[in-house]
Each structure stands twice: as C-alpha cells, then as structure tokens.
Nanobody
Framework: QVQLVESGGGLVQAGGSLRLSCAASGRTISTYAMGWFRQAPGKDRSFVAAISLIGGEPLYADSVKGRFTISINNANNTAYLQMNSLKPEDTAVYYC????????????????WGQGTQVTVSS
C-alpha cells in the first residue's frame, strides 16, 4: 500500500507560481511512476503530467507544456509539480497518483490517489 498526501495548493494571481508536493508513505516509490491530475468544477478529471522512475522523458498535457514541471525526490519519497505562469483556467483540485506501470498513470488507472489540493488562480 502507498499513501499519498498532497500539499502546496492555494490562491495565486494569474502569472504567478505554485509548487505542489506529494508525500508518499507506506512503501518506497523508487519503482513507481508518479503523476498529477486535476479536476475543475463541473468537469472530468484530466491528466496533467507523469514521470517514470526508470527513465524516459516526463509526459505533459498540451495545456501545461512549457509551464509545469514534474519531478521526484527519491530521498524523501516526494513528487513535485512546479507550476509557473498560472492561468485562471488552471483552477482545479490537483491529485497526485502513483502506480508501478507508467501507462496506468497516463490512463487514470493508477492504483493510488491522494485526496487532492485546491489551486485557485485569480484573474
């Protein structure tokens, strides 16, 4: 079992930055893929970014490419999502996810999900 706890959300003005953290516990994440999804009010949950811990380039949704960066610190079992140049349309609850199979992350079929953290971007 893996427990995921997100933090770092909040209110920010358009053009600002936030860094979300996802602390994993219960099992080392060194063999897992990690990812982020988001869900805006009235919309379905959508893919944001994913990273495989066995190599390869991170994957990003087109809407965040060039603005968001996903990373992982294996030393403290924490994944991050650095969000720059934020836009009002980035407003959503952001969820961290983990799975041993990268494609499960991308297709929203991951085994483990956090409870989410709210990000609100004002115009």
């Amino acid at each position: 079992q893996v427990q995921l706890v997100e933090s770092g959300g909040g209110l920010v003005q358009a053009g600002g930055s936030l860094r979300l953290s996802c602390a994993a516990s219960g099992r080392t994440i060194s063999t897992y893929a990690m990812g982020w999804f988001r869900q805006a009010p009235g919309k379905d949950r959508s893919f944001v970014a994913a990273i495989s811990l066995i190599g390869g380039e991170p994957l990003y949704a087109d809407s965040v490419k060039g603005r968001f960066t996903i990373s992982i610190n294996n030393a403290n079992n924490t994944a991050y999502l650095q969000m720059n140049s934020l836009k009002p349309e980035d407003t959503a609850v952001y969820y961290c996810t983990a799975d041993q199979i990268f494609l499960h992350i991308v297709s929203a079929r991951a085994d483990y999900w956090g409870q989410g953290t709210q990000v609100t971007v004002s115009s």
